[in-house]
């Protein structure tokens, strides 16, 4: 389970509990800049879930940066040398905060934040997206649902023969915990899909969706399931680099007041991530459900949230998330069944070529 924390004006994501043990260091004679170097290294070792994944030698890490770190070390070094360790591991879900100062966070590149890498840029982006809907005939769009980030949490509309649902986070509010912000999301999504009564296929676009919570995402595709079926397997480190836990099974289960058996399109791209990974996963283990886009970001884990000695948080993945037939796509991401980019240049066109693309298909 996933819990919203705000760590000044940067959105991050840790485990519900967010503050889990950090582990010791086996050396207990050390100045304080080296007992936070150890504490991190330490609990990484202990917990972090995907060194092979990663392709992570964190043994040599160790051997090229403890020597920098003295009694003597500011934390300007420390931190440093924190973000120089780990920002080989490309996993957002790692981060280092200086509480109310700033934050560090391992992030794999984007080729869609490449093409649109600041909010005017994914604006227009969105703007772009809305005209391509209004050409093809969709009723002009709705949002609801809280504001966050500047958006309102849903948005849809509806044409001839589809139905189509944005959303891009998995969280109604941040401060909420997941049941209950599941069961309020599923509120909001009663009166969507009461919208939809009349269509038979529902686009729904998780482009550059920032995450949220696991349990958001299987409220969201509940919707489309009139049965009790798996979801995903998740297993928690427990042990050596290659022990994890038993298998952790998430049921899909039907949820709202709708009847209707629908095909479903999931628009993704490579800033869907965290919970959007999640969803993107689960739903292309359900029938009559194609994928067109780019592939997910390949983040999926909770976090592991701790503190270090001087109280700056830390995060790290410590579990792996499997499909319905386990496999894992952490690193790879969602595979799409149609794969199409979005660059800068669909904006001098003022078409998105997902979506088109997705509205040629034939059901």
């Given at each position: 389970m996933r819990k919203i924390i705000i760590a000044f004006i940067i959105i991050?994501?840790?485990s519900a509990q967010s503050q889990n043990p950090a582990s010791e260091p086996k050396n207990k004679n050390l100045s304080f800049p080296e007992k936070n170097f150890e504490t991190l290294w330490q609990t990484f070792e202990d917990h972090y879930a995907f060194f092979?994944?990663?392709?992570?030698?964190?043994?040599?890490?160790?051997?090229?940066?403890?020597?920098?770190?003295?009694?003597?070390?500011?934390?300007?070094?420390?931190?440093?040398?924190?973000?120089?360790?780990?920002?080989?591991?490309?996993?957002?879900h790692i981060n280092v905060i200086i509480p109310s100062v700033k934050q560090f966070k391992s992030v794999k590149p984007s080729e869609f934040q490449k093409q649109f890498p600041n909010d005017s840029l994914i604006n227009s982006f969105w703007n772009m997206v809305n005209h391509t809907l209004l050409k093809n005939d969709f009723e002009p769009l709705k949002s609801i649902g809280p504001v966050f980030n500047k958006r309102k949490l849903f948005t849809y509309s509806v044409s001839k023969r589809f139905g189509y649902l944005r959303f891009n986070r998995c969280f109604?509010?941040?401060?909420?915990?997941?049941?209950?912000?599941?069961?309020?999301?599923?509120?909001?999504?009663?009166?969507?899909?009461?919208?939809?009564?009349?269509?038979?296929?529902?686009?729904?676009?998780?482009?550059?969706?920032?995450?949220?919570?696991?349990?958001?995402?299987?409220?969201?595709?509940?919707?489309?399931?009139?049965?009790?079926?798996?979801?995903?397997?998740?297993?928690?480190?427990n042990g050596g680099?290659?022990?994890?836990?038993?298998?952790?099974?998430w049921y899909?289960?039907?949820?709202?007041?709708?009847?209707q058996t629908y095909s479903v399109i999931v628009l993704t791209n490579d800033k869907t991530v965290s919970a959007g990974d999640v969803f993107a996963m689960i739903m292309k283990s359900l029938p009559r459900v194609t994928i067109i886009g780019q592939n997910t970001r390949g983040i999926y884990s909770d976090m592991y949230g701790f503190e270090l000695p001087n109280k700056w948080l830390v995060s790290l993945s410590n579990q792996r998330y499997y499909n319905a037939k386990m496999v894992c796509y952490e690193g790879t991401g969602t595979p799409v069944d149609i794969l199409i980019k979005n660059t800068k240049e669909d904006l001098i066109n003022d078409n998105d070529p997902v979506?088109?693309?997705?509205?040629?298909?034939?059901?």
């Amino acid at each position: 389970m996933r819990k919203i924390i705000i760590a000044f004006i940067i959105i991050t994501t840790f485990s519900a509990q967010s503050q889990n043990p950090a582990s010791e260091p086996k050396n207990k004679n050390l100045s304080f800049p080296e007992k936070n170097f150890e504490t991190l290294w330490q609990t990484f070792e202990d917990h972090y879930a995907f060194f092979t994944l990663r392709h992570i030698d964190w043994k040599k890490t160790y051997q090229i940066y403890r020597p920098q770190i003295t009694s003597s070390t500011s934390e300007d070094t420390l931190f440093s040398v924190f973000t120089k360790m780990l920002a080989p591991f490309e996993d957002n879900h790692i981060n280092v905060i200086i509480p109310s100062v700033k934050q560090f966070k391992s992030v794999k590149p984007s080729e869609f934040q490449k093409q649109f890498p600041n909010d005017s840029l994914i604006n227009s982006f969105w703007n772009m997206v809305n005209h391509t809907l209004l050409k093809n005939d969709f009723e002009p769009l709705k949002s609801i649902g809280p504001v966050f980030n500047k958006r309102k949490l849903f948005t849809y509309s509806v044409s001839k023969r589809f139905g189509y649902l944005r959303f891009n986070r998995c969280f109604v509010s941040q401060d909420s915990d997941n049941i209950p912000d599941a069961v309020a999301a599923g509120k909001f999504l009663d009166t969507i899909f009461s919208s939809f009564k009349n269509v038979k296929n529902i686009i729904i676009d998780v482009r550059d969706n920032i995450g949220g919570n696991d349990e958001f995402a299987f409220e969201a595709a509940g919707r489309f399931t009139d049965k009790r079926v798996i979801g995903m397997y998740k297993k928690t480190r427990n042990g050596g680099y290659e022990d994890f836990d038993k298998p952790e099974t998430w049921y899909i289960e039907p949820k709202g007041k709708n009847s209707q058996t629908y095909s479903v399109i999931v628009l993704t791209n490579d800033k869907t991530v965290s919970a959007g990974d999640v969803f993107a996963m689960i739903m292309k283990s359900l029938p009559r459900v194609t994928i067109i886009g780019q592939n997910t970001r390949g983040i999926y884990s909770d976090m592991y949230g701790f503190e270090l000695p001087n109280k700056w948080l830390v995060s790290l993945s410590n579990q792996r998330y499997y499909n319905a037939k386990m496999v894992c796509y952490e690193g790879t991401g969602t595979p799409v069944d149609i794969l199409i980019k979005n660059t800068k240049e669909d904006l001098i066109n003022d078409n998105d070529p997902v979506l088109e693309t997705a509205l040629k298909q034939k059901f």
